[in-house]
């Protein structure tokens, strides 16, 4: 057993704000599935913490979880976290495959369950409004189950992401209320040109400017259709919903 010192508690402790895992570059995973998940990545591992080698009491210092796990590990951030510029846009979207975009999704589980539903499905690249919440919020990291080290996220200007879709001949599918009925619309898999489905911000939806490059308005509809009182779906329920009907035409 060995002992930690205060300033190492404290700078891993310090990773569940933002401020200091943007100044360290770093993020922590808490539990065993999520830190071998982290080893079996490409993510580069900064140290594993165990509470057989630091102790209980250590461990409850730097957990971040109400009931301490028995491992832990600091996790470099990916560097490309940040797309910038055209040419980079370009080159992560290619020429075919099917995209998720998310419109300012603030609510750390929504996020995290995206990502685990775009595993689940074969998503494989992920891209967030800059306004959206923190992909390495320990409530994000936890919610995504394994799924942050498998599928590629990054924040882009959505603007910039529509465009290169729209300029290779793709499509652009957003969730509207007025949006048309999702089993009967013919949709774009993007199996031969890239498809991009745009989810929006919790309570107000796909912005305006994003919008207005959306190619195909889809809806969801309730059942039976036109009696449902509730107003909207979940974000990540809707993600799920619309993810899994693109993938069913497939079939």
Request: with cysteine; glycine share 8%; hydrophobic share 40%.
């Amino acid at each position: 057993m060995y002992t930690l010192s205060n300033n190492e508690i404290k700078r891993i402790k310090s990773l569940t704000d933002k401020k200091f895992r943007d100044l360290y570059g770093l993020f922590s995973v808490e539990g065993e599935k999520m830190v071998q998940e982290a080893l079996r990545s490409g993510f580069k591992i900064e140290e594993v913490y165990r509470s057989e080698d630091i102790g209980e009491q250590a461990m409850s210092r730097i957990s971040s979880l109400s009931s301490p796990p028995p491992v832990l590990a600091v996790i470099h951030k990916p560097v490309e976290l940040i797309l910038e510029g055209n040419e980079k846009v370009s080159s992560c979207i290619g020429g075919s495959g099917l995209f998720l975009a998310l419109d300012s999704i603030r609510d750390p589980g929504n996020l995290g369950t995206i990502l685990r539903i775009c595993d689940w499905f074969g998503i494989k690249k992920v891209f967030a409004s800059k306004d959206s919440v923190d992909i390495f919020n320990p409530k994000v990291v936890q919610a995504t189950m394994g799924a942050i080290f498998r599928v590629g996220f990054h924040y882009a200007d959505l603007e910039l992401i529509c465009k290169d879709v729209l300029d290779k001949k793709g499509k652009i599918y957003g969730t509207f209320l007025d949006g048309d009925n999702i089993y009967k619309k013919p949709l774009n898999s993007g199996s031969q040109s890239p498809a991009l489905i745009i989810i929006g911000n919790e309570s107000n939806g796909i912005s305006k400017h994003i919008a207005d490059m959306v190619s195909d308005k889809l809806f969801i509809p309730p059942f039976p259709e036109g009696e449902n009182e509730c107003e909207s779906l979940n974000a990540a329920v809707a993600t799920a919903v619309t993810i899994a009907e693109f993938r069913r035409r497939i079939y």
